[in-house]
C-alpha cells in the first residue's frame, strides 16, 4: 500500500482473527465505545486490515483523538492478492485521506496535501463514491491551508456530489459541516448559518452526536460574526456539552469558541478560565487550530493585567502552525503592540495581517487588519495628525466599515462607528455607537481586552461639565459643584451668561452692565474682574491650571473654552445642526457600481443605503434626546441674556423632531412619527407642518376618521390666524408600518 502500512498475505492467524473479529464486528454493527475497548487488546505493532484501520481511525479523528487516529493509518495492511481490486482500492483511498485529515489537523500542511493527492489518484481508480467524496474532502483541507478558495470550493462539490451518489449520509454531513466552516472563514455568514442549519437537521437525523457538535460549532462562529451573541453562546454552548459528554478532545474546539464568544462580550475571567481550559486540553494532541486560537485569545485577554504573558502568548501563537493560517495570531499580536504602547510593531502585525486575509479572502480579517492599522497609524504620532492625516484614516476604516455591512456583523459594525465617531469627535455619533455595543450584549470589561476598543479607550469623563438644559448644575470631573461653593448668584449667572452665547466671546462691557445695570461703568468692570476670578476658582478650586484654561480673557471679551468645558448647550447646538445637515444631504439613491458581480454589488449597497437610512434616524433620535429642558430655565436669571439662546435652543430642537417624524414615516415607522407629530401639536398648536404631517401620517395609518378630525382641528387653527388651510395631505407612504 503505497506510503501507507504494510502490503501482506498473512490475515494474522486464528489468534488475531480471534483479536480482530469482536473489533470488526462492533463496528459493523455500529458499538463505536465497545469498539474502541477490543482495539485496546490488540497489540499496538499487529497490522490492521486496511477496512477496519480508516473506519476506527474516521472514529477516532471525529473524537478528536489524532495520535490514536494516525496509529490506525499508520497500521493498516492491504492484502497483496488483492490491491488491485476495487474495494481494495477504495480501502486504501479511505486510509489516505483520512490519514490527510489527520495530518492537516496536526498543522502538517505539506505531508497532508502529498496524502490527500495521492487519496483523489487511488479513490479515482477505485471507482467508489464513498472514497472518492473522503478524497476530496482531504483535498478540500488542503486547497484551504494554503489559501486556494477556488480549489477549495471545487474540491468539496466533487466531494458532495460523490457522498450524495453513494447515499454516505455521514460523509454528507462532514462536508456541510466543513462547507460551512469555510462560508464563516470568508465571512459569508447568512449563507453559512443556512448551510449549517441543513447540516445541524442531517445530524439530529443520524444522531451522529460528534458532527451535530461541529455543526452547532460552526453555526455558533457564523452567528458571532453576525453579530448575534446570544444566538452564538447558545450553539457554543450546545456544541461544547455534546463534546464533554462524549469524552472528546474536541470539546477543545467548543472552548475556544465559547471563550471568543465571552472575549466578544467582555466577559473576561469566563474568556480566561475557557481559553486556558482549551489550551490544556489542546497540549496533548498538539491540535494546532486549538492552541493557535488559544494563544492568540489569552494574549488579548492578559494584556490589562499582565502585558508580558500577553505578548509571551502572541509569540507562541505566531511560531505555531494553523490550518487557518497566520492572521489570528498576527491580529492578536498587533491589538497586543498597539495596546501596550507599541504602534510601530502593530503596524507591522496589521500588514501582515492585511496580506493574508486578503490572499485568503478572510473577509472579516481583512476588515480588522484595516482597523488596526489606522488606530495604530493614528497612534504612531496622534498630535502631529493633520486634517489630512485624519481622513486618510478615516479613509481606512469605513472601508472597513463596508466590509462589516456586507458580512452583516452588527458588533462590529457598532464598534467601527465608535472608532470613527472618536477619531472625529462626533460625540453623539460614539454615544449612539456605545449604545449599540450595550444592546447587543457588549460590558464594560470588552475595554480591557486588547482589541479597537482598549486601543482608543471609554470616554473620558469632562474636567468641567456645565448642565443647562433644564437645570443648572457644574460637575467638575463628574461631582457636583455644591451652591455654597458659588459665594454669590452672580457668579453663577455670569457663567450661565457665557454659556449662553454658545462659544462666542462677550463684550466686558455687555456683561458688566447686564451684571451692575445702576453701578459707574468702571467700577461695574472691576467687580467685573473679581467675578471671572470667582468663576475660575469655583471651576479650578485647586488653581491646578492657568487661568484662561476654561474662561478664555483678553482685554475686551470673555468666553467659555469649549475645549476644556463641556457645555449641554453647546454640544446640543452643534449636534442638531450637523444632523440637520446629514438629513438634507441623505439620499436613497443607490451609486452606479463597476462590480464584476452587479447583482451582488445592488444587494450590498441596496443593504448599505438602508443601513444609513436607519443611523440617520438614530442620530436625530439621540439629538432629540439630548434636549433635555429649555435652556436654564429655573428661574434664576431672566432677560434677553437667557431668552435668545432659550429660543435659538428650543426652535433647533423642534426642527429636529419635524425631520425625525418625516424620516419615521418614510421608513415605513408610522406609529413612531405620529406620536411625534403629536407632540409637537401639543406643544405647539399652530405649528401648520405638524398638523400636515400628523394627518398624513393617521392617513398612511389607515386611521382616517382620526385623520379627517385633526384636518378638521387644523382648519380651526389656520382660521384663526387669518391663514388659508392646505387641502388635505395625501398619505407619505413607506415600508408597511411596524
Avoid at 470488526?24 to 487488546?41: M, N, S
Avoid at 418614510?666 to 411625534?676: C, D, K, N, S, Y
Amino acid at each position: 500500500m503505497s506510503g501507507v502500512g504494510a502490503k501482506t498475505t498473512d490475515k494474522g492467524g486464528p489468534d488475531m482473527l480471534g483479536v480482530l473479529g469482536p473489533v470488526e464486528a462492533a463496528v459493523r454493527d455500529g458499538r463505536y465505545d465497545e469498539a474502541l475497548r477490543h482495539l485496546a487488546a490488540v497489540p499496538a505493532d499487529a497490522p490492521l486490515p486496511a477496512a477496519l484501520a480508516w473506519r476506527l481511525g474516521v472514529l477516532l479523528h471525529q473524537r478528536g483523538r489524532f495520535d490514536a487516529a494516525e496509529a490506525c493509518y499508520q497500521r493498516a495492511a492491504l492484502d497483496v492478492a488483492d490491491q488491485h481490486q476495487a474495494s481494495a482500492l477504495a480501502d486504501q483511498a479511505q486510509v489516505l485521506a483520512g490519514w490527510a485529515a489527520t495530518r492537516w489537523a496536526r498543522g502538517d500542511q505539506a505531508r497532508a496535501r502529498q496524502l490527500a493527492e495521492e487519496a483523489v489518484r487511488v479513490a479515482e481508480q477505485s471507482g467508489d463514491d464513498s472514497a472518492v467524496a473522503a478524497a476530496y474532502v482531504a483535498q478540500a483541507l488542503a486547497a484551504f491551508s494554503d489559501g486556494d478558495r477556488a480549489g477549495n470550493e471545487y474540491a468539496y462539490a466533487r466531494a458532495l456530489a460523490a457522498a450524495e451518489r453513494a447515499g454516505d449520509f455521514g460523509q454528507q454531513l462532514r462536508i456541510r459541516c466543513n462547507i460551512g466552516s469555510r462560508l464563516v472563514e470568508e465571512g459569508r455568514y447568512r449563507p453559512a448559518v443556512d448551510e449549517l442549519r441543513e447540516a445541524v437537521r442531517l445530524g439530529e437525523l443520524l444522531g451522529h452526536q460528534t458532527l451535530l457538535a461541529l455543526a452547532l460549532h460552526n453555526r455558533a462562529e457564523a452567528w458571532l460574526g453576525l453579530g448575534e451573541l446570544r444566538r452564538a453562546r447558545s450553539d457554543a454552548d450546545e456544541a461544547l456539552a455534546r463534546w464533554q459528554r462524549a469524552g472528546s478532545p474536541l470539546a477543545a474546539f467548543g472552548l475556544t469558541l465559547t471563550a471568543r464568544v465571552h472575549r466578544v462580550r467582555g466577559a473576561v475571567r469566563q474568556a480566561m478560565a475557557a481559553y486556558q481550559a482549551a489550551l490544556a486540553m489542546g497540549e496533548p494532541d498538539g491540535n494546532a487550530q486549538v492552541l493557535v486560537e488559544a494563544c492568540a485569545g489569552l494574549a488579548r485577554i492578559s494584556y490589562a493585567d499582565d502585558p508580558v504573558a500577553a505578548g509571551q502568548y502572541a509569540e507562541r501563537a505566531l511560531c505555531m502552525p494553523s490550518a487557518a493560517g497566520p492572521t489570528v495570531a498576527e491580529l492578536a499580536a498587533g491589538w497586543v503592540a498597539l495596546c501596550s504602547g507599541d504602534p510601530q510593531a502593530a503596524l507591522r502585525h496589521a500588514e501582515q495581517a492585511r496580506s493574508e486575509a486578503g490572499r485568503r479572502r478572510d473577509a472579516a480579517g481583512l476588515a480588522e487588519a484595516m482597523e488596526l492599522a489606522a488606530l495604530a497609524s493614528y497612534g504612531a504620532n496622534p498630535e502631529a495628525a493633520s486634517t489630512r492625516a485624519v481622513r486618510r484614516l478615516l479613509a481606512g476604516l469605513v472601508e472597513a466599515a463596508a466590509i462589516w455591512v456586507e458580512l452583516g456583523n452588527e458588533f462590529a459594525l457598532a464598534t467601527n462607528a465608535l472608532l470613527q465617531a472618536r477619531l472625529c469627535g462626533d460625540q453623539v455619533a460614539e454615544e449612539m455607537a456605545y449604545e449599540r455595543l450595550t444592546q447587543i450584549g457588549v460590558q464594560e470589561g470588552a475595554w480591557q481586552v486588547a482589541g479597537p476598543l482598549a486601543a482608543i479607550g471609554p470616554a473620558p469623563v469632562p474636567e468641567v461639565e456645565v448642565q443647562t438644559l433644564g437645570q443648572f448644575t457644574v460637575r467638575l470631573a463628574g461631582v457636583p459643584v455644591p451652591t455654597g461653593s458659588w459665594q454669590s448668584r452672580k457668579a453663577r449667572d455670569l457663567l450661565k451668561m457665557l454659556v449662553g452665547q454658545l462659544g462666542k466671546p462677550v463684550a466686558r462691557e455687555a456683561l458688566a452692565t447686564a451684571l451692575w445695570p445702576e453701578a459707574r461703568p468702571e467700577v461695574a468692570l472691576r467687580r467685573l474682574s473679581v467675578l471671572i476670578s470667582t468663576v475660575r476658582g469655583v471651576l479650578d478650586p485647586d488653581r491646578r491650571h492657568p487661568a484662561d484654561r476654561y474662561l478664555a480673557t483678553d482685554p475686551a471679551t470673555v468666553r467659555i473654552d469649549p475645549a476644556h468645558v463641556a457645555v449641554d448647550a453647546l454640544r446640543f447646538y452643534e449636534a442638531a445642526r450637523a444632523a440637520i445637515a446629514a438629513d438634507g444631504a441623505s439620499t436613497t439613491k443607490a451609486r452606479p457600481s463597476g462590480s464584476p458581480h452587479p447583482e451582488r454589488a445592488a444587494v450590498v449597497e441596496g443593504a448599505a443605503v438602508a443601513d444609513r437610512e436607519v443611523r440617520l434616524v438614530s442620530r436625530l433620535e439621540a439629538v432629540v434626546a439630548r434636549y433635555t429642558g429649555d435652556f436654564c430655565d429655573d428661574g434664576e436669571i431672566v432677560g434677553g441674556w437667557v431668552e435668545r439662546p432659550r429660543a435659538v435652543l428650543a426652535d433647533l430642537h423642534r426642527e429636529v423632531i419635524h425631520r425625525l417624524a418625516r424620516r419615521c414615516l418614510q421608513l415605513g415607522r408610522t406609529e413612531v412619527a405620529i406620536g411625534w407629530y403629536l407632540r409637537l401639536t401639543v406643544e405647539d398648536g399652530y405649528d401648520e407642518p405638524a398638523h400636515l404631517g400628523l394627518i398624513g401620517g393617521l392617513s398612511a395609518a389607515g386611521r382616517h376618521g382620526e385623520a379627517g378630525r385633526r384636518y378638521q382641528e387644523y382648519v380651526t387653527r389656520m382660521r384663526e390666524m387669518d391663514i388659508e388651510p392646505a387641502p388635505f395631505p395625501v398619505a407619505e407612504r413607506g415600508h408597511p408600518s411596524t
